[in-house]
Structure formats: C-alpha cells, structure tokens
C-alpha cells in the first residue's frame, strides 16, 4: 500500500520545491508536486498536509532517558531563581507528595544572589528525615539529605565528600546509587516511557541514551533496553576497557552499541569539575578534576579499534581535551589512521578544543556530539562560563564552526535533562551563537540534529536522515508559519522558498521567532505522535 501526502512543504535536498511524497513499505517512494503525485499514485491512500511543514525527523545525540521522565513529572527546580526560591519548590512538592524519597534537578547557583547552592542543613530543614537527592543541573553535583546520606556506605571517605556543600566526584557517585535505590520498578518505567512520549512529541525518532555504571547502573540500561516504544534507543556505555577481548565482553554484557558516551575523563565547569590546564576563575585552587588520564584513554582505544567497536568519552576542559587527543594520537601512531576512522569513534561535549586537536580529530573521523544550548544558557560574557572561566576562555567554547571548518562529523543533542529536548532549539542556539565566528548555518546545524545524528550511531548509508526517494520515512509535520532559505549568498536568502536556489528552506530561528509546533511524527512509515 501506497501513502501520498499532499499539500506540504517538504524539505528535501533532492527536490527542495516539492509539496506531495509517496511512502511505501516505510521507505520514501518519491517526491514531487500534488498533480503529478495524483496521476503517478492513483490508487494511493491520500494524507493532506493541510499546508504543514515536513522534514527528516531528530535525531538526539545525547540523552539520559530514567532522569529525563523523572525530571518530567518530578521536582524540575531549574526554574529556581535563588537559593530561597529552590528551597520553596522542593517544600512545596514535598508537600504534594509527602510519602517517599524526593529525586529532583536543575538547580543552578550561578545566577542566584546568594551564589550557593542547597546546603544538608538547608535541606534537612524542609525535608526532615525524607531521603533526598538533588542535581545540580549539570549533574555532575548533588545536594543530599543525611537521611540519604546516611544510606550511601562509606560517603564520607569518597573524594568530593563535603558535610554540607554539594557533593562531588566519587562521593556525589555513590550517593546518586543510593537515590537509585529508593526508586521502584514502576517509577523508572514511568519516567522512561514519559520521556520517549517526550521525545516523540519533539519530532525526535531515534535517541542515543548515555548509560554507564555512574549514570543509571547496568539494571537501568537493561530495563531501558527491554523497554518497547516507537522512538528508536542507540545505546552506549560509559566503561573503559583494558584491552580487545575486555571491550568484546563489555558489548556482549551490556548490547551496546559502542563503549562510549559519559565515560568520564572529567566532569563539568558548572560544578568546578571539568579538567583545565589553568585554575578556576572563581576558584583559583582547584583545577578540576580527572578521572582518566592519556595512559587510560589510550587503553581503552586501542582496545575498541582492535576490537571493531565505537570509543568515547565525556570530555569537556581543555586539560581533558589534550588527554583524549593525545591518546588518540598514540593508537593512530600504533594501529595507523583508517583503522581508526573506520571504528566510528566518537566524544561528548567537546567544549575547549584548539585548532589543531580539531584538525587532527577531522583526520581522524571523530565524531563531536555536542550541545548548542549549553552555549544558549551558560556562553557570553556574563553567563556561567565567563564565572567559571574568566572572559578570556569563554569565546573558545563550543566552537561548531571551527571543527566543521576541519572535517569533524557534528551530531546535536541535549544531555537532557540538563537542557530542553527540544531539537529546534538546539539548531537556534547552534545558528545564534554568542560567539559570533563559532556559529554555523541553520543548514549545517539541521543536519547535525537529523544526518549527523544517525552517522554518529553508525548509519552512514547516505540517505538515512533525509527526505530522498530511498530513504527510510522518518519525519515530522510542523507547524510554522516563515520559512526562510539559508545559503552562503545573500541573493539566495528569501522569506519562502525560492526554486531557483534549490535549496531546502527550513523555519525562521531568529530569536523573536516562535518556534515550530510538531503535529505528527513518523518513524519508518509508522506514526508515533500525533495523528
């Protein structure tokens, strides 16, 4: 059976102009005008489009799927202006829940007047004896209750152990184990399958969730692998292998999709976790954290390119970033360039690169799955990053055009829930970037959310991602009103799409624009939101 969807706006890199494809058996059949769609498709089941706007449906790079749903329809305190405000939201949920442990996340210091975040005391005072576990938003710190701390064995030995303040490194760890602990089967179900609905109503069909034995535990991965839904689940985890036969068991243990994702070689800049060649602006004394060195980094590549599977890591300061290119850089010299390349390797966030670590990543086919909107919360001379950093450091953050420039394949994501899922926000911050020279086209970063996503979890047949004759029929219908083409010459910009350009327009990102609306999304030729 044939399906014709007429009356659209279809962005299709093969025929930009076209209002009306055919789907067959999931696969895009054709693309065209209505009339000629009638005549070719006869006996077709007709869809209008009613005007609606289509395109290849998101891919998300970088999920957390348990915390996403818990965060959902939980304790969301990144709305917490100051520490009085966040204190308030956890007593006013606790007050509409008053049985069980409290699980919460969001809360961001940096721009409250206190500057300090939910101490034990403060918590204890509104909580009681109620086990509570609270992320900062990048979460890589937590707040803790004593009567959840006192359910974390041997808290006070781990390192980033603090009787008040928000925990850190190992200790913040062991307590997220604990939190883990108090959930209940049918409470992790729930968040999981509220957050794929989530995903859904995006106009996301496929999300790589980030597992790993700091992250959810390998109980929640497999529970998220059994778990059936129309949004498509590439998994990776987040443990180092020694050597070949270590990684083949790893991937034979867990079914993932490579050794990859939150493998921590450092933590966050929000949490004064991230690893700097230079000392903390706000915090001279301390240079973060590290978690692997070059020596592990190297071990655990050359072990996955022996072995055929895809490595990464979570690496965000610049003292991280030359340990991982470093290790790189000794398995190429070892095992030599293609046979690295061929792997799909690939790193998280990827915030402080040079360009000559750019350089040799794009020679290298290492994959960059980053997040625009930490850019779009945290960038500028004022946001988070300028506190952390200095105002010096902040502009070479997140530089998208510069690893584009040389050649390294971008995937977008979220890390929700550290940010909003919402992948038309991702492309605006990635369009809009603070710092000007680090932004891309809206071209560009529409195909890291959709293209490039697929490439990063080993798709890379071509078309995967598009709207082509042969490609799977993943995509979403929207509501928008401009669309807008994005070309390098200024006589191809146009408020509609111009034929002549033949090239796809996509909606208006400005920051007064308001953002698309997702009426339906469809994964293979199956619909999954919507009607």
């Known amino acids: 059976m044939t399906t014709l969807l007429i009356n659209g706006r279809i962005h299709s890199p093969s025929n930009p102009d076209a209002t009306a494809f055919a789907v067959r058996d999931g696969v895009v059949a054709w693309l065209g005008s209505d009339d000629v769609g009638r005549s ?3 006996d ?52 509409r829940n ?38 900062r938003v990048d979460v890589h710190s937590a707040a803790a209750t004593t009567a959840l701390r006192k359910l974390a064995p041997a808290l006070d030995q781990a390192t980033g152990f603090h009787p008040q303040r928000a925990l850190t490194a190992e200790a913040h760890h062991v307590v997220r184990a604990a939190a883990r602990e108090q959930l209940t089967p049918r409470q992790r179900q729930d968040a999981r399958v509220a957050a794929l609905d989530h995903a859904a109503a995006l106009g996301i069909v496929a999300v790589h969730e980030c597992a790993g034995p700091q992250i959810g535990g ?13 949004v498509e689940i590439v998994g990776y985890w987040g443990e180092a292998a020694t050597d070949a036969e270590h990684a083949r068991h790893l991937i034979a243990e867990t079914g993932a999709r490579g050794l990859a994702g939150d493998l921590f070689v450092d933590g966050a800049l929000g949490s004064r976790t991230a690893w700097l060649h230079a000392p903390y602006h706000d915090a001279p004394e301390t240079c973060g954290n590290s978690y692997l060195d070059a020596e592990a980094v190297t071990a655990h590549v050359q072990a996955c390119t ?3 599977i895809p490595a990464g890591f979570h690496v965000i300061g610049d003292a991280a970033v030359a340990a991982v290119v470093d290790g790189f850089a000794a398995v190429v010299q070892r095992l030599g360039a293609p046979a690295v390349a061929r792997c799909g390797h690939r790193l998280e966030h990827l915030e402080m690169v040079d360009p000559q670590q750019a350089a040799r990543l794009g020679a290298w086919g290492v994959v960059a799955s980053m997040q625009p909107n930490f850019d779009a919360l945290w960038g500028g001379d ?7 950093l200095g105002v010096d450091r902040v502009h070479q953050l997140n530089p998208f055009a510069l690893l584009a420039s040389e050649g390294v394949p971008l995937a ?40 490039g996503g697929w490439r990063a979890g080993g798709v890379r047949d071509g078309v995967t991602g598009t709207l082509t004759p042969g490609a799977a029929a993943s995509y979403a219908v929207w509501d928008t009103e401009q669309l807008e083409v994005s070309a390098p010459a200024n006589a191809v910009q146009r408020w509609s799409t111009d034929p002549r350009s033949r090239v796809p327009a996509l909606p208006r990102l400005a920051a007064d624009a308001e953002l698309p609306r997702c009426r339906q999304t469809v994964h293979r030729g199956v619909v999954i939101h919507g009607r």
Not at 412 to 441: C, E, K, Y
């Open 44 to 95: 077709a089941e007709i869809i209008d489009l009613d005007g609606g706007f289509v395109a290849p449906a998101f891919v998300d790079s970088h999920v957390h799927l348990t915390a996403t749903g818990l965060n959902l329809h939980g304790l969301d305190l990144r709305g917490a202006t100051s520490l009085r405000q966040c204190l308030q939201l956890v007593a006013d949920y606790a007050r």
């Open 306 to 308: 022996e072995a055929g």
């Open 98 to 135: 008053p049985d069980g442990p409290v699980w919460g996340h969001g809360w961001d210091e940096s721009g409250w007047p206190e500057r300090t975040g939910p101490s034990t005391e403060d918590l204890d005072a509104v909580l009681g004896d109620r086990p509570a576990y609270l992320a």
């Open 40 to 42: 070719q498709y006869p």
């Open 382 to 388: 004022t946001g988070m990053y300028a506190q952390r």
């Open 218 to 230: 390998l109980l929640d991965w497999q529970e998220l692998r059994a778990l059936e839904h129309g």
């Open 412 to 451: 977008f994501g979220s890390d929700s829930p550290v940010t909003s899922m919402n992948p038309w926000q991702s492309v605006r911050a990635a369009v809009s970037h603070r710092t000007a020279d680090s932004a891309i086209s809206a071209r560009a970063a529409f195909a890291a959310a959709t293209r």
